[in-house]
């Protein structure tokens, strides 16, 4: 079942020239983990934003959970929790309460509440400060906050826009360690994000989004390696001369050989049984390979690349 | 909450501070408002005017100045400012005051008395006698008077009924013709006998033991022709009437004056600080991405917001009029009217009801907190404060004070406003103009029916729609 799907959305804001997302055509399978991944700009925000309704669409539809967000919103946000970027909370309610209030809107039964908010507070870690007013939270704890409250109607699918921005390193481990535990539980988990390390270590799926437009859907191995035929590998040699320089040239797949004093470096389509060759040509010619580095090319290239720069 | 816990004081204490205590003979307050009993039926047979000025309690007024006044030749009119002062008197220990040998000295002159001491309740009961001065002994004659009643609906006959000795004339029948076509009348007075017909099915009611009669005639008619008659006696006797606007006294004093200066005010002020954040903050804050990505409904929301800023205005309403009719029975000693305390609810809450959804609606049509807060103090001073200023001045570019168009614009253009609608809705409930110590309100004029319940429907109809709308289709939409 697509948990996700968009046909076509599309979202012009008034006044703007260009649209703020482009045709979107989105399918998210239950179950994956999502890497909504794109530059500050790109449409990540108003994407999702459409899609937990806070804004219509100009054109185009947009399901969750198999509901047009239109036609019946109130079914599409009945078992999907929602992290915005920038969390707001009521000045003068401590963050049980909040968690309390919002059980209210989802209609959830209040006999056992107590327990279950309980949990998910010592679950996001926020027990201790439960009878603290959410406003005197750091934005990491906000953001748990609001994790907290996403989870309250035990959702199957989770809506995250830039989980760890603005957080710090700690703060982002544990949101990520989180954010894989609710996901081998089973749940679906549709994020957006502009750090590319966290989609690529974190992500079963990745998908491109840049200047409103989907350019790649995939995982983040294949993204990556359908760029790899410019990787490169790295050898740090003793006796290398320019002739071996030239015979390495002459190998069927090198494109390119360069050599910096005692270190190779050749690129081309580095298969495993291109790299044994190398090896074996060096070998025979009577070089000692010190050692031997293949530079594997990131998700960060891959965008660069298919975005072609335009970042 | 605070500020509310302090405002909610200020009208308690105002409303106590402006109800006066029961009435006592002996302490007559000082006003400035002057009544004027206009006698245009002075002649050479009725040259003298005789006052007898009584408390509403019956106890005879004395000391009090009345002022002899002669037309200068203009329209008498509201203003009451063209007249020249002829002679000031006081009245005797019986609160009598006597002006003789009128005819003589003001020949065919349109004489007035002037009561610079007396507001609304006193009374104040005149008659025209051929000769008046003591020993005080039965005329003969003046059983009939015509009162002329003005232009508003508040009118009350209020009489009492004397010998000229000051002796109350108790359990007298009360009869009361009403002068067609009064459109000449009252001014020249038609003379001669009584109409055809004095029989007891004219009978309004009879005088009480004080001799005080105080009945509310029906507003269709300028002019009515009153008499009494006391069974059993045969001697005729003087009877004093006065006609007036009767100011609101005693118990109600406090809380017309809560319900037409304070809750007007402090309402609309205290419904702009709870309603005019209400979605706007959400927007700046970011706690409304979090509400409306619940499974709840935006017209839910909407009426849940309407909901909470109405009920806190309602509750804390109830408790402050309620509290304000407590302390008002309990100084003045009688309770308020029971119309005027639920009128007075009635028309508040329709009051906070428009101005919660006005401010509503700005909150959610609004960019910014500021900009909300902002506009609902905007629309707050020009409703709250200078839309009665802006009719008034339409109402003179209409026509002349008085004239059709005049009439028409002062009770219609105040209804643009849901502070003008409150105040037509309270006028059902008040019977007419309250003075205390240092202020005074009056009554507003009595817009037509048709535009009162189309103004007052309008004022929450609209803005309830553009909130609603807005909520549906602005907030979080675009």
Known sequence: ?311 | MIIGVILALAVLGGTYAVTPGPISPTSVPKFVTYNLTYYPDLNATHPALAAFIASPTGDHLSGINVQLVKETGQRFGPTGTRFQLLQTNGTDSSGWVRFNQLWTSYPNSSLGLVYPDLKGSYFCCVSTAAAISPPYKNTGSATWHVLSLGDSSKETLSLVFTDLTGQPLSSADVLVWRVPNATSLPYPLEKGSPPDGWTLKYKIGTTDSSGFFINPLPYDSWAYLVRVRSVGLNSTFLFGSFYTTPSISGPDTGLTFAAVLFVPTILPIVSLALAYDAISREKSEGTLDLLLSKPVSRLGVALGKILGVVGSLVVPLLIVVFGSAALVWGRAGTAPTGSLVFGLIGSAVYLALAYSLLFLAISSLSRSLGSALLSSVLFFLMFGFFWSLIAVLIANLAGPSGSVGWFQAITIIPLFSPTGVYQQLLSFFISGPVFGPNVSTEAPLQSPLPWIVAAATAWIIVPLFLFAWAMKYRVSQS
Request: net charge neutral.
């Open chain 1, 1 to 311: 079942m697509k948990v996700i799907e968009t046909e076509g959305l599309t979202k012009v804001y008034k006044g703007g020239q260009k649209p703020a997302v482009d045709s979107l055509d989105l399918q998210i399978e239950g179950g994956e983990l999502f890497g909504f991944l794109g530059p500050n700009g790109a449409g990540k925000s108003t994407t999702i934003r459409m899609l937990m309704t806070l804004l219509r669409a100009s054109t185009g539809r947009a399901f969750v959970r198999g509901y047009d967000v239109q036609i019946k919103p109130l079914e599409a946000m009945q078992q999907v929790g929602f992290v915005p970027e920038n969390p707001g909370f009521y000045h003068n309610l401590t963050g049980r309460q909040h968690l309390n209030y919002w059980a209210e809107l989802y209609g959830l039964d209040r006999s056992a509440l107590a327990t279950r908010i309980k949990k998910l507070l010592e679950r996001v870690g926020l027990f201790e400060a439960r009878d603290k007013l959410a406003k005197d939270y750091s934005l990491g704890m906000k953001r748990r906050l609001a994790l907290a409250g996403a989870l309250l109607p035990d959702p199957q699918l989770l809506i995250l826009d830039e989980p760890s921005l603005g957080l710090d390193p700690q703060g982002m481990a544990f949101v990520r360690s989180l954010l894989v535990e609710l996901h081998q539980e089973g749940r679906t988990i549709f994020l957006s994000s502009h750090f590319l390390g966290e989609v690529e270590r974190l992500c079963t799926k990745v998908g491109l989004l840049s200047k409103g437009k989907l350019i790649r859907v995939d995982t983040p191995r294949a993204i990556s390696q359908s760029v790899s035929d410019a990787s490169e590998l790295e050898i740090e040699t003793k006796g290398v001369g320019l002739t071996i320089v030239e015979i390495l040239r002459k190998i069927e797949g090198v494109s390119r050989v360069e050599l910096d004093r005692t270190l190779l470096r050749i690129s081309g389509a580095l298969t495993e049984e291109l790299i044994a060759e190398i090896n074996r040509v060096l070998i025979v010619n009577g070089v000692s390979i010190i050692s031997s580095r293949r530079q594997e090319h990131s998700l960060e290239d891959a965008f660069l690349s298919l975005t072609k720069g335009e970042v």
